[in-house]
């Protein structure tokens, strides 16, 4: 997040149009891609302690998380049950996960490794220089410290135009300019539509 003194800026301020995905699953009216961050924006103001530790059922309470649990509470906003939709993907294409030896649904969806497998599959994969600014789209998937970390872009930048990114590390502010400490590895727009293929298999 910015600081109380500082403006924040959308992308419009800098001539950029925002791109939607063309996809209401949960039919509320929000595109996807404004659901994902209102959902990752969610958990960083719940601002959760930072505890990887297994959980039997998958899902951690609010009050507890790490980065990649982030990205399932964002998709929980749009409808969607990540935890089910990576299972389902692991199960049909367990080529692109070699080092799954047993699947387990409790753990593979919060995990980077797997997502970013998942992602680089239903996503489109774009830049990584944050400099070029108009390729930075609110609801945007980062992977982050050489595939360790992942979080997701906002709908808000930096005066120069860099988006923040929303995740979690355990660092103070979850929602921030990463780019001024952090360097991405991958970042991906996901193809929502193709995501109803992967539902279907539930």
Not at 37 to 56: C, F, L, M, S, W
Not at 76 to 85: P, Q, S, T
Not at 131 to 152: F, L, R, T, V, Y
């Amino acid at each position: 997040m910015v600081g109380n003194d500082e403006r924040i800026y959308a992308g419009a301020d800098f001539g950029i149009e925002q791109i939607l995905s063309g996809v209401d699953f949960d039919g509320d009216g929000i595109d996807d891609y404004d659901e994902l961050v209102i959902g990752a924006r969610k958990d960083a103001e719940n601002h959760p302690k930072y505890d990887g530790a297994y959980v039997q059922g998958g899902f951690p309470s609010e009050d507890i998380g790490v980065c990649t649990d982030v990205i399932w509470r964002a998709f929980r906003e749009a409808g969607y049950d990540l935890r089910e939709m990576v299972d389902a993907d692991i199960a049909a294409r367990p080529e692109a996960y070699p080092w799954i030896e047993q699947r387990d649904k409790n753990i593979d969806f919060r995990r980077v490794n797997v997502l970013n497998v998942f992602f680089s599959t239903y996503g489109e994969s774009l830049t990584i220089n944050p400099e070029e600014i108009a390729e930075w789209q609110p609801g945007d998937i980062i992977i982050a410290e050489k595939g360790n970390h992942i979080g997701i872009v906002s709908d808000r930048r930096t005066k120069d135009g860099r988006v923040l990114i929303i995740h979690n590390g355990g660092q103070p502010m979850r929602e921030e300019d990463y780019f001024r400490y952090g360097e991405v590895v991958a970042h991906y727009r996901v193809r929502m539509g193709e995501l109803r293929g992967v539902v279907w298999e539930w």
